[in-house]
């Protein structure tokens, strides 16, 4: 909590970015949407009657696992997470979002959607037009 999700945090926006691959606004907004959609990551109590881990931490895993290809005992030092539950962490975070997100993004994209894509592409690479059809590459020295 104090390394990024307190008033003064130890590190800046910067390493946040750096460490976890987006803006932390987009974490903080994902951890909303998660916790809304999956009772799981809401912080219950362990077999010993102890708090869990909290909606953060257990966020926190998954996407460190996602953003940086981690294993999940590579989560043991540093969230004092066992494996078992940084996998579970990972496979409840991907079904959350998968249950959220999969009528929008996992379909097939519409003539509007691919005109976008193209226009972006075109945008960023500076190419007039569609050029990857088969003539264009056997004109190519």
Not at 88 to 104: G, M, N, P, Q, R
């Amino acid at each position: 909590m104090a390394d990024y999700f307190v008033e003064d945090p130890k590190y800046n926006e910067y390493i946040f970015r750096h460490r976890f691959r987006m803006l932390k606004r987009l974490f903080l907004k994902i951890v909303s949407d998660v916790e809304a959609n999956d009772s799981w990551f809401q912080v219950a109590l362990d077999a010993r009657g102890r708090k869990g881990f909290t909606l953060l931490q257990k966020v926190t895993s998954a996407i460190k696992q996602l953003a940086t290809g981690s294993t999940p005992d590579e989560n043991g030092e540093y969230l004092h997470m066992a494996e078992r539950t940084s996998r579970e962490c990972l496979e409840y975070f991907c079904d959350t979002v998968y249950k959220i997100h999969a009528s929008e993004f996992l379909r097939r994209p519409t003539s509007n959607d691919m005109a976008l894509l193209y226009e972006a592409h075109e945008e960023k690479h500076h190419l007039p037009g569609s050029q990857n059809d088969i003539n264009v590459l056997q004109q190519s020295p």
